[in-house]
């Protein structure tokens, strides 16, 4: 299975790559995104460590359980061969009704097939009120 861009990234495909990230997971479909992993793709998201497609599916269904109306943004910040940093900003409410804003940086290994094999990521919430949201939906 292929999924391009593939590496050696250069700024213009690194850009795509991120793209694709961002409105795979603003779908919010758990099976949907673990496509862009491999199989055995090792995670660690805030303090979870986990690996392989049944726990991304798993860890995301959790998250978008939690995370309602949720809502990201993706900025590439660098790149070199099969590496791609990120830095991010999302969205969401709880199920009481308070906005958060999590910001944080992604760090993205892939396969010469595209696939994500290695993803780490570094999370900060904040609260926020409706009014201040910089995210809508489109």
Do not use: C
């Not at 959790?62 to 070199?80: C, H, S």
């Amino acid at each position: 299975m292929s999924r391009p861009p593939l590496p050696p990234f250069t700024e213009i495909t690194a850009l795509q790559k991120v793209k694709a990230a961002e409105d795979a997971w603003n779908t919010r479909e758990p099976e949907k995104v673990a496509l862009a992993y491999t199989p055995d793709s090792v995670w660690r998201n805030r303090d979870e460590h986990f690996e392989g497609r049944p726990a991304i599916v798993a860890f995301l269904r959790r998250k978008w359980d939690r995370e309602l109306n949720y809502r990201l943004r993706k900025e590439l910040w660098a790149y070199t061969g099969n590496r791609i940093a990120v830095r991010f900003i999302y969205e969401w409410h709880d199920r009481t009704g308070q906005w958060w804003r999590s910001h944080g940086n992604e760090l993205w290994q892939f396969t010469p097939e595209g696939l994500m094999e290695r993803r780490e990521a570094s999370i900060n919430d904040i609260a926020i009120q409706f009014g201040e949201r910089l995210l809508k939906a489109e």
